[in-house]
Structure formats: C-alpha cells, structure tokens
C-alpha cells in the first residue's frame, strides 16, 4: 500500500506562485510513474502533469504547459508541483496519484493510489 498526502495549497493572487508537495509512505516510489490532477466540484477529474519513476518523461496539459513543473525527489520519497504565474481558471482541489504500471497517463483510471487532495485558490 502507498498513502500519499498533499501540501502547500492556499489562497494566490492571480500571477503568484505556489508549490505543491506529495509526499509517500508505506512503500518507496521507486517504478511508479507520478501525477498531478485537478478537480472542481461537479466537474471530472483533469490530468495536469506527471512524471516518469525515472523523471526522464514529464507531461503536461496544454493549459499549464510552461506554467508549471513536476519534479520527483526519489531519496525523499516525493513528488513536487511548481506552479507559476497561476491563473484564476486554475483554482481546484490538486490531488496526487501513482501508477505502478509507470504508464504516465492522462486518464485518472490507471492509478492506483490517491491522496486526499489540497485545495488552490487563485483569485483575481
């Protein structure tokens, strides 16, 4: 079992900065490929970026494409999102996953694990 637990949410000004912390217990990361999504109450769960268990392979929508950056820290057992120059259509609960099939994909089925979620508000 992996339990994963977001941080670093809050309320930005639109054009600030936050940085996103997923942080894994239970077992290490190693082989899991690592996400990022995002949901807003009544509406589907979106895909905003992942990683590869190697960080070699990143990707992102298009929506958040040079705004943010996924990073893993594999010693720590963490998965980080730098999110910048945010926009208020950003605002969401930002949730962490894992798919031990390193898959890296944008459809939320094919991760195993889920974190509870931390909650970004960018107001204008």
């Known amino acids: 079992q992996v339990q994963l637990v977001e941080s670093g949410g809050g309320l930005v000004q639109a054009g600030g900065s936050l940085r996103l912390s997923c942080a894994a217990s239970?077992?290490?990361?190693?082989?899991?490929?690592m996400a990022w999504f995002r949901q807003d109450p009544g509406k589907e769960r979106e895909f905003v970026a992942g990683i590869s268990w190697s960080g070699g392979s990143t990707k992102y929508s298009d929506s958040v494409k040079g705004r943010f950056t996924v990073s893993r820290d594999t010693a720590k057992n963490m998965v980080s999102l730098q999110m910048n120059n945010l926009k208020t259509e950003d605002t969401a609960g930002y949730y962490c996953a894992a798919d031990s099939m390193n898959r890296l994909w944008v459809s939320p089925l094919v991760y195993d694990y889920w974190g509870q979620g931390t909650q970004v508000t960018v107001s204008s």
């Open positions: 239970g077992r290490t990361l190693s082989g899991y490929a």
